[in-house]
Structures are given as C-alpha cells and as structure tokens.
C-alpha cells in the first residue's frame, strides 16, 4: 500500500519556524517529483513548492520564495518543507504529493498532475 505520511506541523508565532517531512512508503518515488500543496479554510487547495525527480530544480510559489525551502532525502524517500519566518497567511493544512508522470520534464504546480497524496499536517501561525 502506497502511503505518504506528513509530520512536523504545529503551533507557531509569527516569524517562527517549522520543518514538514513526507515520509513515503509501499513504493519508491526517487523518480518522480514531489510537491507540498496547502489549503487554508473555505480555500481551493494551492501550490506551494516542488522539487524535481533528480532534485535539481525547485519551484515555489511568490508568497513563500526566500522563506520556505523544498528538499528531499532519495535514501530515505522523504521529502521537506523548510518554513521560515511564517506569517499568520502560511496558516492551513499542508499536503504533500506525488507527481503522476515519472522522469518528467520540469516540474508543475497542478493539483491534477498528482496522484499520491498525504494526509496533511496542519500549520498554524498566530500573529
């Protein structure tokens, strides 16, 4: 059984720090790129970061570029989401995904391109 399994949310003040891992199980995903989404209340679920198969390129959305990094650990087959100085609007359910096509091409930020995805771990930043 395929499972991607998020940790590492929690309760944060403003300018603070947290570090998400996607542990991944029942399959390997070195071979396919991996992104984090979130979802805020009453919002659509959004982008936020992906990283490569290969891990050589990394994509982010504006609101979070110079404050969140993506990275990930093949032997481990965990992926990371490096959240600093968070603002109140970081605040929702953060996912992470996997890419539906292996070996692909660039990276993309469509919640249709995924097929796998985790439970999410909430995030919450007070002001």
């Known amino acids: 059984q395929v499972q991607l399994v998020e940790s590492g949310g929690g309760l944060v003040q403003a300018g603070g720090s947290l570090r998400l891992s996607c542990a991944a199980s029942?399959?390997?995903?070195?071979?396919?790129?991996m992104a984090w989404f979130r979802q805020a209340p009453g919002k659509e679920r959004e982008f936020v970061a992906v990283?490569?198969?290969?891990?050589?390129?990394?994509y982010y959305q504006d609101s979070v570029k110079g404050r969140f990094t993506i990275s990930r650990d093949k032997a481990i087959n965990t992926v990371y989401l490096q959240m600093n100085n968070l603002e109140p609007e970081d605040t929702a359910v953060y996912f992470c995904?996997?890419?539906?096509?292996?070996?692909?091409?660039?990276?993309?930020?469509?919640?249709?391109?995924?097929?796998?995805w985790g439970q999410g771990t909430q995030v919450t930043v007070s002001s």
């Open positions: 995904a996997a890419d539906e096509t292996p070996l692909r091409i660039g990276v993309v930020t469509n919640t249709r391109d995924y097929n796998y």
């Open positions: 029942g399959r390997t995903f070195s071979t396919y790129a």
């Open positions: 990283i490569s198969w290969s891990g050589t390129t990394t």
